[in-house]
């Protein structure tokens, strides 16, 4: 009998930022839905205030990062961590947002 242990397939994801190592918490299945109402928010918003609900929402899920080291990105290098975090090609994501959304409004797209 073929047992799937799921405890083994756990994951994370590092990124560095300012010369460290940072390490991103997985994000659950229920994290993933609320994700999607984020995003669903977010269209709602002003473009600053965009940026502040993106800031909050990777708070939730890197360890060791302060509000201040995200806000000092660059608006690229912000929406890049969001796509990685979601699990979505950087480079990818990178062209979609200069096509899709040339204004640069933040999105949490997958």
């Known amino acids: 009998m073929d047992i799937l242990n799921l405890?083994?397939?756990r994951?994370?994801?590092?990124?560095?930022?300012?010369?460290?190592?940072?390490?991103i918490r997985s994000l659950t299945?229920?994290?993933?839905?609320?994700?999607g109402n984020v995003e669903l928010s977010l269209n709602k918003k002003k473009p600053g205030e965009q940026i502040k609900?993106?800031?909050?929402?990777?708070?939730?899920?890197?360890?060791d990062?302060?509000?201040?080291?995200?806000?000092?990105?660059?608006l690229h290098q912000?929406?890049?961590?969001v796509a990685?975090?979601?699990g979505v090609d950087v480079a990818q994501a990178q062209g979609e947002q200069s096509v899709e959304?040339?204004?640069?409004?933040a999105s949490l797209k997958s």
């Not at 994951?11 to 390490?23: D, I, M, P, Q, V």
């Open 101 to 105: 959304n040339p204004e640069g409004n």
């Open 53 to 63: 609900v993106l800031v909050d929402f990777i708070l939730k899920f890197v360890e």
């Open 11 to 23: 994951t994370h994801k590092e990124f560095a930022l300012n010369g460290r190592s940072r390490r």
């Open 29 to 35: 299945v229920g994290e993933f839905i609320e994700s």
């Open 7 to 9: 405890d083994e397939l």
């Open 78 to 81: 912000l929406m890049a961590l």
């Open 65 to 74: 990062t302060q509000r201040e080291e995200l806000m000092q990105l660059e």
């Open 84 to 86: 990685f975090m979601r």
